[in-house]
DNA sequence: TATTGTTATACTCTATAACTATA
DNA sequence: TATAGTTATAGAGTATAACAATA
C-alpha cells in the first residue's frame, strides 16, 4: 500500500452492517485469503500506477486514459470513446478539446454519418501509447525479475486462473471513470 | 489537471529513449509473461474499482482515498494527509473542506503545537470507511469464490511471492495523486 | 422526430503564490 | 526566521441542461 509510514491505528474497517451492493461471499472464502488479495492487489495497482510518472509530456491520468481508450480500438466515435471512458458525451467532448490541443488526437468527421465526429490519436498521441506500454512492460519486468524462474510459472498459472475467475464473476463492466453517481 | 506544464508538448512524447524511470529488465524476463502480468493487474484494477460505485453518500474517488487514508492512521496532520495523498497542504486543506462539509472528518487543533491541525474520521466516515472495505472483501470473494480451495492456495502463495518481489523493487513509494510532474 | 456532438454553467480537484498564526 | 495551515486565483475534469447539425 502506500503506507511507508510506521503508525497505524486503523479504525476497524469491518463493523458495519451490510447495506447491500456486493452480495458478500465472505462466508465461502476464509477472510485471510481474501485480505492477502487485497494487499497485493492495491500494491499491484500503485506499481501498475508507476509506469506513468515522469511521461513526456505530463499528461493527466484521465487524458492518458483517453489516449489508451484509443489507441485500443484505432479509432472511435466521440460517443464511443465517453462510453469507453464511463462518462457523457459532453465530458468526452471537453476532454478531447485539450487532447487536441495538447497535440495528442485528431478529431474529424465521418463520410458516412456527418453527424459522428471520428477520434485518433495523433503521431504524437501514438509515440505516447508506445512509451507507455514500454513502461509498463518495464516496470512488470522489474518485479518480475526479482522472481526465480519457477517461481514466475506459478504465478501466471494462478494469475491465469485469478482472470478466469474474474471474467467469470463480472460479464464485461465499463471502466467508469469519474461517476460519482450514487 | 493542474499541470505545472502551461500546455503543450514541446516534447515528444516518447519516440523515446528510456527517459530513467523503468530500468527495462525485458531481456531477462519473457515478453509473453510480463504481458500475462500486465493483463491482469489491469483485470485486477478494475476489479477493485468496482467495490467503489454506489456508496452511500456518493464520495468522489479523491475524498474515499483522503477517508482511507485517514483510517489508515487513526489520526493525520493536514501535512501528513497532504504526504500521504501526494499532494500539496493547500490541496490537502481545500479537500478537508468539502470533507468536513460533507461530514467525513473532522479538523482539530493539536495541543502539543498549535499550528498542527489534526483531522480524523467523524462517525459518518468510520461508517463509510467500514462499508469500503466491507465491499472490497466482498468483490474478491466473489471472485475467489469462483476458485476451488486448491487454485485459492496456490494463488495466495504465489501472490505472496510477487509481493514480496515488489517490496523488493520499490522501497515505499509515495501514493501520488495528481502529480503530474514530469 | 431522433441522434450526435457542442456550448453554457456549476462544482470538484489541483497547483502556485501570498498570507496568518504559532514556534 | 522557520513551520503549519489557509486563502486567492487559475486551469483541468466532470455533469446537467440547452443548443445546433444531420439523419
Not at 493527466?60 to 486514459?65: A, E, M
Amino acid at each position: 500500500m502506500t503506507q511507508r509510514r510506521p503508525r497505524l491505528p486503523a479504525g476497524d474497517p469491518g463493523g458495519a452492517p451490510p447495506p447491500g451492493v456486493p452480495p458478500a461471499a465472505d462466508t465461502e472464502v476464509p477472510g485471510d485469503v481474501t485480505a492477502a488479495v487485497e494487499r497485493v492487489l492495491s500494491e499491484a495497482a500503485l506499481l501498475w500506477s508507476r509506469a506513468d510518472q515522469g511521461l513526456e509530456p505530463a499528461v493527466s491520468p484521465i487524458q492518458l486514459r483517453a489516449v489508451e481508450a484509443v489507441a485500443r480500438f484505432g479509432r472511435l466515435t466521440l460517443g464511443g470513446l465517453a462510453e469507453e471512458l464511463g462518462a457523457i458525451p459532453s465530458s468526452a467532448s471537453r476532454l478531447c478539446d485539450r487532447l487536441e490541443a495538447a497535440g495528442l488526437v485528431v478529431r474529424e468527421s465521418a463520410q458516412a454519418d456527418r453527424r459522428e465526429i471520428i477520434v485518433r490519436l495523433s503521431d504524437q498521441g501514438e509515440r505516447l501509447q508506445a512509451e507507455l506500454t514500454r513502461r509498463r512492460r518495464a516496470v512488470v519486468g522489474e518485479v518480475l525479475a526479482q522472481m526465480s524462474p519457477a517461481s514466475r510459472g506459478r504465478l501466471i498459472d494462478a494469475l491465469t486462473e485469478f482472470g478466469l475467475a474474474c471474467e467469470r464473476s463480472e460479464p464485461g463492466l465499463p471502466g467508469a471513470l469519474g461517476s460519482r453517481s450514487a
